[in-house]
């Protein structure tokens, strides 16, 4: 964030008619990062509370192992239920 945003929003929070979300909508920034500036302009050194969401705990390039073993096992049954299919349908093999 640039020192021209956060001078922007210090300006914004002087307005008691504003809420954080209402700043934050008006200059496309989360309330939570408003909320960040107004604790630092404050002073207050305490850590903010962790995001309901937990979206970022694994990063988008990442997996998780157990959506990697269900598409595993997806393909592995798709095969196995090919096969079945297959040998049930084929007709007989003459002799």
């Known amino acids: 964030?640039?020192?021209?945003?956060?001078?922007?929003?210090?300006?914004?929070?002087?307005?008691p008619r504003l809420s954080y979300r209402a700043i934050g909508r008006e200059l496309g920034?989360?309330?939570?990062?408003?909320?960040?500036?107004a604790r630092e302009l404050d002073g207050d050194s305490r850590p903010m509370r962790q995001r309901r969401s937990h979206s970022d705990e694994i990063p988008?390039?990442?997996?998780?192992?157990?959506?990697?073993?269900?598409?595993?096992?997806?393909?592995v049954a798709t095969i196995?239920?090919?096969?079945?299919?297959?040998?049930?349908w084929a007709p007989p093999p003459d002799l």
């Open 1 to 15: 964030m640039s020192p021209d945003d956060r001078e922007r929003i210090a300006e914004l929070l002087q307005d």
């Open 60 to 75: 988008p390039d990442e997996v998780s192992p157990v959506t990697g073993w269900l598409v595993f096992g997806g393909i």
């Open 29 to 37: 920034i989360s309330d939570w990062t408003i909320r960040k500036v």
């Open 80 to 88: 196995v239920l090919a096969i079945w299919a297959g040998s049930r």
